[in-house]
């Protein structure tokens, strides 16, 4: 996996945004994440903190892996936030609610998928390689 951020992503910094309101799959999803090779993990526990940290440190947040229910703004309204203002975000949804919402509307859009919860390491590393499939050079 750290071969295939490399060449996605070259020398960019491999950072990800976690948004994601349960601390213990925020702390999950952290130690898979640095273990697949991303440098930092940046985690925000409601949608709108999320937007919070994303404005400030766009240029180095190479993935947004959000929750798709959490309190306040919930991932799929986060998705559509970034995609009203503009932001080529690269996002997957992560949750045990993927058939709750209406995924194609926003793959049409440019959501990069939804990951079931549970998973396992191999779903979430399927996951990013769909999320980053369209830079491998």
Known sequence: MREFLDECLGSRTKTVLIAEDQLTVQAILELQLQFMGFDHVLKAMTGEEALDIYYQRKEEIALVISDVQMPGMNGDELF?????????????????????????????????????KPFHKETLEFGIVQAFSDSVR
């Open 80 to 116: 559509w936030e970034l995609v009203r203002s503009g932001e080529a975000v690269r996002m997957l949804l992560c949750s045990g609610y993927c058939n709750s919402i209406d995924i194609s509307k926003l793959l049409k859009a440019g959501l990069k998928g939804c990951i079931q």
